[in-house]
């Protein structure tokens, strides 16, 4: 069975600061994994995403991930926080691609960047 | 990004009456299409999931009779809550996965039953 676990259920970072968000997942074979954010009362946005090649991914409004097979890790990353990043995020994973097959998710982290 | 567009935003409705969610793919065909639902403070609980012009599998737990999916055509799904009733009342995303390994979400629809 796939899952995925985001230790922090929140984490405050002040304005300038770098900021990480954690995510480790177990799923059997290669994983495609995703991260995503959540504005209050919206969908969810789609950040980046590690399919195959290079570990460290970069994506949207400056955010980064790195996959580590060897410790089932994808923590998304951000050297320099902005207030406007303070949001809800979810990482997520699939353990193998068809076009059926939904992504799990975790259960998300709440950011909070302090000006 | 490929853009889902998702409606109404939001809809209160009267105890026993039935809602329809709609969820489009803009500017790509959406092969499979996700339903969730999100309670407040958490995360994503799938419902269901629907391929074009085929039945929706739902998740165990989900009432197939009460969330009524159509999947139609490569753009459009929809999901009907029959016969809401208060504890239905919910935030209900819909998701849509095309060509990519990623999938794109609509905005989300804030369902209150009263």
């Known amino acids: 069975a796939q899952s995925v676990a985001q230790p922090e259920d929140q984490v405050n970072v002040a304005e300038g600061n770098p900021l990480t968000v954690k995510c480790t997942y177990s799923?059997?074979?290669?994983?495609?994994l995703f991260w995503y954010v959540q504005y209050p009362n919206r969908g969810l946005q789609f950040l980046l995403k590690y399919i195959t090649g290079d570990n460290l991914v970069k994506g949207s409004y400056g955010f980064e991930a790195e996959f580590n097979k060897s410790q089932t890790s994808f923590h998304l990353k951000k050297p320099s926080a902005l207030v406007s990043d303070s949001a809800l995020y979810f990482c997520a994973v699939r353990g193998y691609v068809t076009g059926n097959t939904p992504l799990v998710f975790g259960k998300g982290t709440r950011l909070s960047v302090i000006a | 990004g490929a853009v889902v567009s998702q409606h109404p935003s939001w809809v209160i409705c009267k105890s026993g009456t039935s809602v329809k969610i709609e969820c489009r793919s803009l500017?790509?065909?959406?092969?499979?299409m996700f339903w969730y639902r999100q309670f407040p403070k958490q995360s994503l609980m799938l419902m269901a999931t629907s391929n074009e012009g085929s039945k929706a599998t739902y998740e165990q737990g989900v009432e197939k009779d009460k969330f009524l999916i159509n999947h139609a055509s490569l753009t459009l799904s929809t999901l009907t809550v029959t016969s809401a009733h208060p504890e239905d009342s919910s935030f209900y995303i819909c998701?849509?996965?095309?060509?990519?390994?990623?999938?794109?979400f609509g905005q989300g629809t804030r369902l209150t039953v009263v």
């Open positions: 500017d790509f065909q959406a092969t499979t």
């Open positions: 998701s849509a996965r095309g060509g990519r390994a990623e999938a794109f």
């Open positions: 799923v059997s074979g290669n994983p495609y």
